[in-house]
């Protein structure tokens, strides 16, 4: 015995009533992202200066320890190069030992690797390098071949069009803009000094992975290596005080920061059910914006707080 066919006017009530549901429910989550991103950016405490002076040096302190009793994050040289840049600013002897036996370590000088030389030089930029000559470079992956270009670009032959792209205020977006482009660039300001060529690349892009910042409420790898490239940019302007707050307030007990924001990680689509083990690729991003905005923009906190 077949089914009876629902009434026409049942068929339309229900209908609309998930319609009704739909659309409730996207209301919601309008507002919820709205709320999401106020609270990304604007804060309902106002910290003294005095209470943000004590978190932020706790969460040096802890993050320092942390990181000199862990000898895996020597396996990467970007890091090491935020690492070594920490030990020139504050001149703290723990970091400064474990720069050391980074450089006396295998991970860098190897024989036939001259880019693992340049890795040294990321961490002491008094170290000399060897010319990598645009027939090796054209092998070195593409990070690499930016930042070994940035660290010495009187010794790393790039075409002319790799070179434009590096310098492009407006190629690419996101990840890429963050991640390997403003890197570079930071790498390059570092060794080279600011200039208008510089200025014209480094500023525009700065200022879109700011714009991203605001809109990225979640507290990952993302979140943190965007205050510290943009601080690494000479823009400290751009870096809002709700940002570095939600950063210290994100620490871990043991002086980490995790790598994702409620299982929710770095790329937009990239979920992971369990929190991964590694965190030393957020930690010393961290840590690396904090230790600019101690010694080397004090004066963004006396603006910020008072």
Request: proline content about 6%.
């Amino acid at each position: 015995m077949s089914a009876s066919p629902v009434p026409p006017a049942k068929g339309k009530k229900l209908g609309r009533r998930i319609f009704s549901w739909l659309l409730t429910a996207f209301a919601a989550l309008i507002v919820l992202v709205a709320l999401a991103v106020l609270n990304n950016n604007y804060s309902i405490h106002k910290r003294s200066r005095a209470e943000f002076s004590a978190q932020l040096d706790r969460a040096i302190e802890t993050s320092t320890q942390w990181i000199v009793e862990t000898a895996y994050n020597y396996g990467n040289a970007d890091l090491m190069y935020m690492v070594g840049d920490m030990a020139e600013m504050s001149r703290d002897s723990r970091l400064q030992k474990y720069v050391q036996d980074y450089l006396v370590s295998n991970r860098v000088n190897q024989p036939g690797r001259p880019v693992t030389q340049y890795y040294a030089r990321w961490a002491n930029p008094a170290l000399p390098v060897p010319i990598i000559p645009r027939s090796q470079a054209v092998y070195l992956n593409w990070p690499d071949r930016w930042s070994t270009y940035a660290s010495a670009p009187d010794k790393v032959d790039i075409t002319a069009a790799d070179r434009a792209d590096m310098f492009s205020p407006t190629k690419y977006n996101w990840g890429i803009r963050l991640h390997i482009q403003l890197f570079a660039l930071d790498i390059y300001r570092r060794f080279n000094g600011p200039s208008p060529e510089l200025n014209r690349a480094i500023n525009p892009v700065a200022e879109g992975v700011a714009r991203d910042a605001y809109w990225d409420f979640r507290v990952s790898d993302s979140y943190y290596q965007r205050s510290a490239m943009i601080l690494g940019a000479g823009r400290p302007d751009l870096v809002r005080r709700r940002w570095i707050e939600r950063m210290l307030d994100a620490q871990t007990p043991d002086g980490t920061w995790n790598y994702c924001w409620y299982r929710w990680c770095r790329g937009i689509v990239e979920f992971k059910l369990r929190e991964p083990t590694d965190r030393g690729h957020s930690t010393i991003q961290a840590a690396w914006a904090l230790y600019m905005l101690k010694y080397r923009y004090s004066d963004w906190i006396a603006q910020n707080y008072h």
